[in-house]
């Protein structure tokens, strides 16, 4: 009892030290993003969570519709109220996987919990505030389906396990690798621990692995034509969802190629880059703590039986895959930073290697020194550096923002009173705004040092142009005129001899309509 009581207790500790370093981390990273409110692109709306049974995203749909009933009012994208649920959420997902992978190590701990929050796939997930604490619910959710199924013998708790991270694919598709990298990564967990070979069990475990993630995708499309037949919708084409996982043979070998490569030398300059400035050499040093402990772990496997030591290499060499597994899912050229949280999960493995599947006795009797603890050492070092240098870039993505904000509202300020001081201007004279996105001011300040930012929603370079700039028009400088069709302007002679706005001309009265033309 004493000894269960002390476990507990541990148990506990490692809890509340996850939970304190979650959001000390958090409000390091993601301070400047929950205490202000940056509103433009989808979030420019304020009250909406998104469009969800035409992106297959039919239990956020469900989830949304029963919040907007359980608080009785309608919705509102709230950043402080959002932001710490969504920090709450991944504290939530840490605590689950460092239980899971049996993690003891408090600075690891304190490391991963770190990594999983100011990862730049959060930063751009809560550029959308409205939708992401449901986002994060959902991956919680799946990973704790995902602990359940891997740690389950018995058939029922698979199945609900399995059913709860099926529901949670409908919440967000995107955070499929996430349950990916977790199933295969228990796998090579459970193959270190064995004794000897056992090839049948080895075939039972990856049969069950492979059964795990099919299981859940079965759930998820089995819930979306459901949906989709109640309510009538079709899915829509936006970043592939209509044709999720659909390609050629070749095309899916480019995909797994994307997926290594991605994995190894991740592309600097695009969106779905984890690893921004100098923070890719951290990462690449990391990869190679990885794979010194991984080889020292084969060795040591090698010495119980190369039979364990062939299974972890099959298992290890899909490691790329799972944590890119985003790549494989849909095109490539399709994926933006919000779809790649998933590759943060290759720091689970790292923290679990070096914390209990490191070999402890690896070349003490050869270099004298302990090599577990100084490659564990160097390691934590290097993600609490990581994590400084990527809440310094997620601090710069918010800073770009609040630019980006104020531009805006000061661009659409001027455009609105100068509308409203045209001869003739009522609050019921219609406004007609002809190509309305060729908006180009050669006064607009030109920023060379946030072209370096290429997350969304903050690699925009102006918001002038933006699908949503009438929203943010009538949110944020309360100009909210009634809307003439600009087809039955734009080829009058008098509107084809405008200048583009902002030169003197580009605003007109033409029979009882303000014309602007851009």
């Not at 909210?480 to 087809?487: C, F, G, T």
């Amino acid at each position: 009892v004493e000894n269960i009581n002390k476990m507990s207790k541990e148990k506990l500790n490692r809890l509340k030290l996850i939970l304190y370093s979650t959001f000390l981390w958090g409000i390091f990273a993601h301070g400047m993003m929950i205490f202000n409110k940056f509103s433009y692109h989808d979030d420019a709306g304020l009250f909406e969570y998104g469009l969800t049974y035409s992106l297959g995203r039919w239990m956020l749909g469900l989830i949304g519709d029963f919040v907007t009933f359980l608080f009785g009012s309608g919705y509102y994208s709230v950043p402080l109220f959002y932001g710490i649920f969504t920090i709450a959420f991944i504290a939530g997902i840490t605590m689950l996987l460092v239980d899971l992978f049996e993690i003891e190590n408090k600075w690891l701990i304190i490391g991963l919990s770190g990594v999983m929050v100011v990862y730049p796939a959060i930063t751009s997930t809560l550029g959308y505030m409205f939708v992401a604490p449901y986002f994060l619910f959902g991956t919680m959710v799946g990973v704790f389906g995902v602990c359940l199924a891997c740690r389950s013998r018995k058939w029922y708790e698979i199945v609900a396990g399995l059913f709860l991270t099926g529901c949670s694919v409908g919440i967000y598709q995107a955070y499929i690798p996430i349950y990916v990298s977790v199933i295969l990564f228990y796998a090579i967990k459970k193959t270190s621990e064995k004794r000897d070979a056992e090839w049948k069990d080895f075939f039972l475990l990856a049969v069950k692995s492979l059964g795990s993630c099919i299981g859940f995708m079965v759930v998820y499309f089995i819930g979306n034509q459901i949906a989709l037949a109640i309510t009538g919708v079709k899915l829509s084409d936006y970043q592939g969802i209509n044709d999720m996982g659909k390609t050629s043979i070749r095309g899916y070998l480019h995909r797994i190629l994307v997926a290594y490569k991605e994995f190894l030398l991740p592309t600097d300059g695009t969106s779905a880059n984890m690893y921004p400035f100098s923070s890719d050499v951290v990462y690449k040093l990391l990869l190679l703590a990885i794979a010194a402990a991984s080889v020292c772990l084969l060795y040591h496997c090698f010495k119980k039986s190369w039979g364990i030591c062939l299974q972890m290499c099959a298992f290890m060499a899909c490691i790329p895959l799972a944590v890119n597994f985003i790549y494989f899912m849909c095109d490539p050229a399709q994926v933006d930073s919000i779809m790649a949280y998933g590759s943060v999960s290759i720091f689970v493995y790292l923290v679990w290697i070096l914390d209990s599947g490191f070999p402890a006795e690896m070349a003490e009797a050869v270099t004298k020194i302990n090599l577990k603890s100084s490659l564990v050492n160097v390691c934590i070092v290097l993600v609490m550096l990581l994590n400084i240098m990527l809440c310094r870039f997620d601090n710069i993505c918010y800073l770009k923002a609040e630019y980006l904000q104020m531009q805006t509202i000061s661009y659409f300020t001027v455009l609105a009173s100068q509308i409203k001081s045209t001869e003739g201007f009522t609050p019921n004279t219609p406004v007609a705004y002809v190509n309305e996105y060729g908006k180009y001011d050669y006064t607009t300040a030109n920023i060379p040092q946030f072209k370096e930012i290429d997350l969304v929603p903050y690699g925009y370079s102006n918001l002038l142009n933006n699908y949503a700039w009438k929203i943010t028009m009538k949110m944020w400088c309360n100009f909210d005129p009634e809307l003439a069709s600009a087809s039955d302007y734009e080829e009058l002679p008098e509107v084809q001899e405008m200048p583009a706005y902002p030169s003197d001309g580009s605003i007109r009265m033409i029979d009882g309509v303000v014309v602007v033309k851009f």
